[in-house]
């Protein structure tokens, strides 16, 4: 099985702050990487797929970047409405499998 | 529009099997490339993959699983189906279906779940 590996599992940040959530596979899976989104209580939202392409109708804020086994995600001018928990997950191969969760808190 | 909702026992007793249904709207799992998965979220803790049935019936299961699970489809119904034996307190979770959904680029196929049911919530306790 692929193990993603993501950090930190929780971090505090403050509105407009730009932060940074990483995701390292325990092999290559390319490109294969895509990030949730998932707010208390709700299903996850779909954020980026193919390690850098934005899903319709997330703001442009967000974005995704890296291959091979290590990945990143970016939220630039963090807003109300984006402390949540977030996770990777790796498409490459079955099983599936995902990261362990970062849990975006507000300072 | 794609909407899916999971349907099931909120409670079940240890060593019963647990049965879900997914019931879908906006697609059909007769069309090349689309899937369905299963995905499950014990409280306070990380997403956890079970299950992916696709259009022609390929299904794959979580190794650690694979002797408790059985997902099926009726394509007829817009139905998918996880079945679950010998339930255990720690398999306390929501369960959740998702559409799986493929996109090629640059010869690659890339596979992600774009959109989510709300979850089912599942207690496992005598």
């Known amino acids: 099985d692929i193990q993603m590996t993501q950090s930190p599992s929780s971090l505090s940040a403050s509105v407009g702050d730009k932060i940074t959530i990483t995701c390292r596979a325990s092999?290559?899976?390319?490109?294969?990487l895509n990030w949730y989104q998932q707010k208390r209580g709700k299903a996850p939202k779909v954020l980026i797929y193919?390690?850098?392409s934005l899903q319709s109708g997330v703001p442009s804020r967000f974005s995704g970047s890296g291959s091979g086994t290590d990945f990143t995600l970016t939220i630039s001018g963090l807003q109300p409405e984006d402390f949540a928990s977030y996770f990777c997950?790796?498409?490459?191969?079955?099983?599936?499998?995902f990261g362990g969760g970062t849990k975006v808190e507000i300072k | 529009q794609i909407t899916l909702k999971e349907s099931g026992p909120a409670l079940v007793k240890p060593t019963q099997t647990l049965a879900l249904t997914c019931t879908f709207s906006?697609?059909?799992?007769?069309?090349?490339?689309?899937?369905v998965g299963w995905i499950r979220q014990p409280p306070g803790k990380a997403l956890e993959w079970l299950a992916l049935?696709?259009?022609?019936?390929?299904?794959r299961y979580s190794p650690s699983l694979k002797n408790r699970l059985t997902i099926t489809k009726d394509t007829s119904k817009n139905q998918v189906f996880l079945t679950m034996t010998n339930m255990d307190p720690v398999d306390t979770a929501t369960y959740y279906c998702?559409?799986?959904?493929?996109?090629?680029?640059?010869?690659?196929?890339?596979?992600?779940?774009?959109?989510w049911g709300k979850g089912t919530t599942v207690t496992v306790s005598s």
């Open positions: 092999q290559s899976i390319s490109t294969y």
């Open positions: 193919a390690a850098s």
């Open positions: 998702a559409h799986r959904r493929g996109y090629s680029s640059s010869g690659h196929y890339y596979y992600y779940m774009d959109v």
């Open positions: 997950e790796q498409s490459y191969s079955t099983p599936l499998t």
């Open positions: 906006g697609f059909s799992l007769t069309t090349s490339g689309v899937g």
């Open positions: 049935i696709y259009w022609d019936d390929d299904k």
